[in-house]
C-alpha cells in the first residue's frame, strides 16, 4: 500500500509542480503580450485545478504515514 501511495504522490507532486511552472509562465506570458484572457484563464480556472492536485498531493502524504510500511521504517530510524 505504501508504494501505490508513494506512486501516486510522485505523480500528484510532478503535475501540481509542473502547474504551478504553467501559470507563473503563462501568467507573465499574458502580461507581456497583454492578453488579459490568457492571464484570467491561468490566474483563475487553471491555478484552481493546480491548487486541487496540490491538495490531494498533501492528503495522499498524510496517508502514507498511515500504512505498515511506513510504521516499520520508522522504528528503524
Known amino acids: 500500500m505504501y508504494a501505490l501511495l508513494l506512486t501516486v504522490f510522485r505523480l500528484l507532486l510532478i503535475t501540481f509542480v509542473l ?20 492571464t484570467s484563464f491561468f490566474g483563475g480556472d487553471f491555478a484552481d485545478w493546480t491548487c486541487v492536485v496540490a491538495a490531494l498531493a498533501g492528503i495522499v502524504s498524510f496517508l ?14
Not at 502547474?19 to 490568457?38: D, E, H, K, N, Y
Open 64 to 77: 502514507q504515514l498511515y500504512t505498515k510500511d511506513a510504521k516499520d521504517t520508522e522504528e528503524l530510524v
Open 19 to 38: 502547474g504551478g511552472v504553467a501559470v507563473t509562465f503563462f501568467q507573465v506570458a499574458g502580461i507581456l503580450i497583454a492578453s488579459p484572457g490568457l
